[in-house]
């Protein structure tokens, strides 16, 4: 076990390419524009995807994530730009002769072929012998534990059972990306948690770049190596999970991730490596310890998310990055409680303390005259 | 269990008689030992036994049967390019018209297809000399044309309803449209195909209308001798021709129903 634990770490160090100034990229995407008719779906979209990434591409419906999948795929073609796969300009070139696989969200099994031909379907479509086609499609069919219903017709099998064999039919020509369009949205909760692992497994395994199209940041957090949030036909950030979710770049980011509080507010000293924000919404003062590049006076947010921020009965002893306030609602989700707070300045935020201790002689209530409190590292100042 | 309604009962029970009531007399009446064929005799196959050795009768059995497999072979062949073409494509010049001209022969009156078909092969035949003369051919060219509107929007609905991806994966593992084509979504619409196959066969062997218009002597269908003969009044051998072109139309629409319900269980 402690092998695999430090060799496992030893490659995600290795992994972040993206990081390397000298590296080339896998798949370039180059400014490129999709409209139809007069709606532009994506809007000069440029992405660099390395060798062995897991790269998500979340986003709401309508974002041009799934559009810009479809483009990668061959579906569609850019109306403006270029994309690039492994140094081939990939514009003219079919769907049926790119080094590409993809799993549909309906996974598309060919409902008149047993999991074996469906499987084999895309093997057949290359001169391959006989032996070797069937010996790939048994292996991964044995890989995604599927061996006993190989016969089977795609509608004798559950959710879960068709996942995997979009997945087997998908992988089992080896392609260098394997695109993935919702991988897990037709799934229940449990199922999914433990398909997020297998995915994650099979992608280091193989060797396979994959990109993932979703809209749920939990499983872009989880799985991937980067996310690119996209909204509106453009990607708003591209970074690693972490960076996305502590370091959102602008107001849809930090929203569309995961909880978070914003206070606005503007500018009201720049110092070299912080900054102090007047801001209504707490009453006071905001000190943000990372500079940014504003004007005095701008108008800026302060995003503080629901986990960073303290609350107590006693006043805290910084006069800035608190507020006061009273308890307006408790939510007790057994490992945490959630608790709103509606300061004096008529704002309500959310706040969610780990509930450590069990028994606490003087827990917090509704209606409790309360203090929050953060510190100047764990907020973000959103200029857009 | 639900309490059985009343007027229920007695609505299906008008429903049925309405409809199945002809149909049952007639089927009795075939095995009717009486030679008029409105008194019933006692029960017999004499006439079943008559109408087999009745050659006029046979022959135009044959006749009929071998334009109506021509006829639905061919529009299912044409009729699926048209519904293919209809529903995969999105826009192109005169789609409008072809759409319309695919379902014109549904609501057009029989009779003036027929007449403008016997327009066309007269005026064809003067101009080029072919057809020469009227008779199989000019049947099945005739049949073929209204038989292929009813299998393009038989074809055409399944592929509108056919999931785009399905043919996007196969498409996406490697196969060319021509595979394509053959591998996928032929097989998926095949049952659609031999709906309308079997729409069509029904159809030709049953009409009487197009084909007086576009025959020939010698090549009169089953409905045109059964009408000849109809006027100069009913012999008992027509019912048991009736009863057996009955059971023929009955087992093809079952089959096709079968074969429609067991695609829609595996497909969904």
Known sequence: MAVVTESSVNSAASNKVWRQEESTPFVEIKQVTKKFDDFAAVKNVSLDVYKNELFCLLGGSGSGKSTLLRMLAG????????????????????????????MFQSYALFPHLSVEANVAFGLKRQRIANVEVKRRVADIIDMVQLGHLAKRKPHMLSGGQRQRVALARALVKRPKLLLLDEPLGALDKKL??????ELMRLQEELGITFIVVTHDQEEAMTLSTRIGVMDNGVIVQTAEPHQVYEFPSNRYVAEFIGNV??????????????????????????????????????????????????????????????????????????????????????????????NVARFIEDRLTWEDQVYVSWDPDSCVVLTS | MRKRSWPLIIMAALGFLFLYLPIVVLIVFSFNESKLVTVWGGWSLKWYASLFSNQEIMDAAWVSLKIAVISASLASVLGTMTGFVLSR?????????????????????????????????????????????????????????FCLAYVA??????????????????????????????????????????????????????DLVIASFVSGPGNSTLPMVIFSKVRLGITPEVNALATLMIVAVALSVLIALYIMRRQKRVVG
């Open chain 2, 89 to 145: 494509i999105p826009r192109f010049r005169g789609k409008t018209i072809l759409s319309g001209w695919a379902m014109a022969p549904l609501v057009m009156p029989d009779v003036i297809t027929g007449l403008s078909l016997l327009l066309l092969f007269v005026s064809m035949g003067s101009l080029f000399g072919w057809p020469a003369e009227r008779g199989t051919t000019t049947v099945v060219i005739a049949h073929t044309t």
């Open chain 1, 192 to 197: 999914r948690e433990e398909t997020q692992f």
């Open chain 1, 75 to 102: 579906f569609e073609s850019p109306t403006s730009g270029e994309i690039i796969i492994d140094g081939v300009d990939m514009s003219g070139i079919p769907p049926w002769e790119r080094p590409i696989n993809m």
């Open chain 1, 261 to 354: 509080n914003m206070f606005e507010g503007h500018v009201f000293s720049d110092e070299r490596d912080c900054v102090i924000i007047q801001s209504d919404d707490v009453l006071g003062q905001i000190q943000v310890n990372h500079g940014i590049s504003c004007v005095p006076n701008q108008k800026v947010a302060v995003a503080v998310r629901p986990e960073k921020i303290r609350i107590s009965r006693t006043m805290p002893d910084s006069d800035k990055n608190r507020a006061q306030g009273k308890i307006s609602d408790i939510a007790y989700m057994g490992g945490q409680s959630i608790f709103k707070v509606m300061l004096d300045s008529e704002k309500e935020i959310r706040v969610t303390q780990p």
């Open chain 2, 153 to 206: 929007v038989v074809v055409q609905s399944r592929l509108s309803t056919l999931d785009e991806t399905l043919e996007e994966a196969a498409m996406d593992l490697g196969a060319k449209p021509s595979s394509l084509f053959f591998l996928i979504t032929l097989p998926l619409i095949m049952p659609a195909i031999v709906s309308g196959w079997l729409l069509s066969f029904t159809l030709s062997l049953d």
